[in-house]
T-cell receptor, first 112, second 114 residues
Framework: KNEVEQSPQNLTAQEGEFITINCSYS?????LHWLQQHPGGGIVSLFMLSSGKKKHGRLIATINIQEKHSSLHITASHPRDSAVYIC??????????????FGKGTLLTVNP | KAGVTQTPRYLIKTRGQQVTLSCSPI?????VSWYQQTPGQGLQFLFEYFSETQRNKGNFPGRFSGRQFSNSRSEMNVSTLELGDSALYLCASSLLNGGNYEQYFGPGTRLTVT
């Protein structure tokens, strides 16, 4: 079964702390996405990666294909980083049948 | 460049009715995907369209359908609405289909079924 597990489910941090959110998946993938959703529903794509590491500002995303695991790191966290972070995976189901499967999300609250 | 737009933003319908939601992708993007988000199930993939053809489909009943037009705009339709169809419906566009292209999400349509 194609599954995506995120941890932790909830995370509270103080401003300035280093944050790590984890995502594990069950079988081979073609791509992994990290998404950010603020209250009100809007979703922003933060990263799409299939190998290695990507960095954008204070955000860093890594993926280990062999271990089927990805992490999203936030350095020097800020209250505006408070949001739900969602891991989404494109499992390679063969042929052109790529389906995006989502984790349950991590609710991050950064207190000033 | 304008982002992904969805209309309407909010909708209230009654059980048994049908509804049509619209999504206009970013100019030049040819792939449109639809997702349902509920508090209980989270985000779930509905279907993906590319070049007016449905390329992938999630595990939803036949009451959920969609189409894509030659200008890449897409519509999804839900017939015989049920209370459980109340959700945020999101569409996302990408340059091409096939899995390895970044997705750009619209603001969503919040559907309430009473």
């Amino acid at each position: 079964k194609n599954e995506v597990e995120q941890s932790p489910q909830n995370l509270t941090a103080q401003e300035g702390e280093f944050i790590t959110i984890n995502c594990s998946y069950s079988v081979g993938i073609s791509a992994l996405h990290w998404l950010q959703q603020h209250p009100g529903g809007g979703i922003v794509s933060l990263f799409m990666l299939s190998s290695g590491k990507k960095k954008h500002g204070r955000l860093i995303a890594t993926i280990n294909i062999q271990e089927k695991h990805s992490s999203l790191h936030i350095t020097a966290s800020h209250p505006r980083d408070s949001a739900v972070y969602i891991c989404a995976v494109r499992f390679n189901s063969g042929g052109s049948n790529y389906k995006l499967t989502f984790g349950k999300g991590t609710l991050l609250t950064v207190n000033p | 460049k304008a982002g992904v737009t969805q209309t309407p933003r909010y909708l209230i319908k009654t059980r048994g009715q049908q509804v049509t939601l619209s999504c206009s992708p970013i100019s030049g993007h040819r792939s449109v995907s639809w997702y349902q988000q509920t508090p209980g199930q989270g985000l779930q993939f509905l279907f993906e369209y590319f070049s007016e053809t449905q390329r992938n489909k999630g595990n939803f009943p036949g009451r959920f359908s969609g189409r894509q037009f030659s200008n890449s705009r897409s519509e999804m339709n839900v017939s015989t609405l049920e209370l459980g169809d109340s959700a945020l419906y999101l569409c996302a566009s990408s340059l091409l289909n096939g899995g390895n292209y970044e997705q750009y999400f619209g603001p969503g349509t919040r559907l309430t079924v009473t």
